[in-house]
């Protein structure tokens, strides 16, 4: 019997809101989370916004001292996961341990932890720097702490694929429950690399957006005057399981996982495929795999990170696979209020997918103002749209050429 895998869980830390409802909520009223930095001076740099969540507190779900041995990412992580957990009504001494996993996606890992002690070192030197300085680093503590704090025993470990890493994430943990390799998977990501050192990176190679004055417009995927994304943190979690799992303990389910896509443009460090090849074969692939007709899909969630190449060569991906249908699909980028999430932008808008089909809203493209005849599909602008939505498709496009694609349809018997 094939193996089917729903969604029974979400949990959410994003710039627009923490847990579920506040997120959806915001995304529904078109609410930007972008803002001047706050947690380093900007002086002298040419990007100075960004999608911060602000006054984070993350002891409402885990302890002090505990909190205080993670770095944010791996906070933002934790805390999703026990959201995702209690929204799921799992009870974990019920379950198989060994039979559930946690797949995450990390882009970068502990940057803060690693600035902040690179800055002990060079001022106090050696001997004190922090012994909690590599846990705290290390991308892959984020699913190991979630493992330990489960204590999971099924399988662990963290993707790692730039702006793609929680899609694939999403789309390893649903192969491995669809492979009888366990039956319940914590998946999603985190990211939390709003530092001066990545700032400043990103800034020098031309990807962020220097719309200062007007931070709350800079967000603003396949609008003509875009000039970059605006870096953001946050994360989100997933709770995947099997189907007759879920049922058995009679779970709410938000969708059924039902395809992924996973292909490399093979092309170039940061520019996407002038003819968008690997992101149209990402999106087929998952069409394939899922076995149904372009035709099903109502909703994309774009990748849409408000860049010149990246909305108009998606723009052209979409137009590939879908040909004349491309023009019947709405189409958003939640970017355009939280900003972009980098490695846990994916987990995030899974999460946004999940609410959709759960209440038949589609989040607007917000600050699409001024349209680019590049961009000349149904982004849903500006405003929120309420259609019933029976399939969506999630696309995460990062650096190196690595794309990902995940399809979530409702679930019917």
């Not at 704090?149 to 429950?177: M, R």
Request: proline content about 4%.
């Amino acid at each position: 019997m094939e193996r089917r895998v729903v969604v029974t869980g979400v949990g959410a830390v994003t710039p627009i809101g923490i847990g579920k409802e506040e997120f959806f909520k915001a995304l529904k009223m078109g609410k930007s989370g972008i803002a001047p930095i706050e947690s380093f001076n900007t002086e002298g740099f040419s990007s100075k916004i960004a999608g911060e969540v602000k006054n984070w507190d993350p002891t409402p779900w885990i302890e002090p001292r505990e909190a205080k041995k993670m770095d944010r990412y791996c906070q933002f992580a934790v805390a999703s996961s026990n959201m995702a957990l209690e929204d799921s009504g799992l009870n974990l001494e019920e379950i198989d341990r060994n039979r559930a996993g946690v797949i995450l996606g990390v882009g970068m890992g502990g940057l803060t932890t690693y600035e902040e002690q690179f800055k002990v070192y060079n001022e106090k030197g050696a001997r004190r720097v922090s012994p909690f300085l590599v846990p705290m680093m290390i991308s892959n503590l984020a699913a190991g702490t979630v493992g330990i704090n489960f204590k999971l025993g099924g399988p662990n470990y963290v993707v790692t694929a730039a702006c793609a890493s929680s899609t694939h994430a999403i789309g390893e943990a649903f192969l491995k429950i669809k492979n009888n390799l366990c039956d319940i998977c914590f998946t999603g990501g985190s990211e939390s690399t709003i530092t001066p050192t990545t700032v400043a990176g990103f800034a020098s190679m031309k990807a962020l957006s220097t719309r200062n004055e007007e931070y709350n417009i800079a967000s603003s995927p396949f609008d003509k005057k875009r000039d970059g994304f605006v870096i953001a943190e946050g994360g989100a979690i997933i709770v995947l399981e099997e189907l007759e799992h879920a049922l058995k303990r009679g779970a709410k389910i938000y969708g059924e996982v039902i395809g992924y896509g996973a292909t490399d443009d093979a092309y170039h460090m940061t520019q996407p495929h002038p003819d968008a090849d690997g992101a149209s074969r990402s999106m087929q692939i998952a069409l394939d795999m899922a076995g149904i007709e372009k035709e099903k899909i109502d909703y994309i969630n774009a990748h849409g990170t408000s860049t010149p190449f990246n909305d108009r060569l998606e723009t052209k991906a979409i137009k590939n696979v879908f040909g004349e249908h491309a023009k019947n699909i709405n189409i958003s980028s939640t970017k355009s209020m939280t900003g972009h999430l980098l490695g846990g932008a994916g987990a995030v808008e899974a999460v946004a997918c999940a609410m959709v089909l759960t209440e038949n809203v589609i989040p607007p493209t917000i600050n699409y103002q001024d349209p680019d005849p590049d961009c000349d599909l149904n982004y849903t602008p500006n405003t929120a749209v309420e259609k019933k939505v029976n399939c969506t498709l999630s696309n995460s496009f990062g650096f190196g050429g690595q794309n990902s694609t995940i399809i979530i349809a409702r679930y019917g018997k």
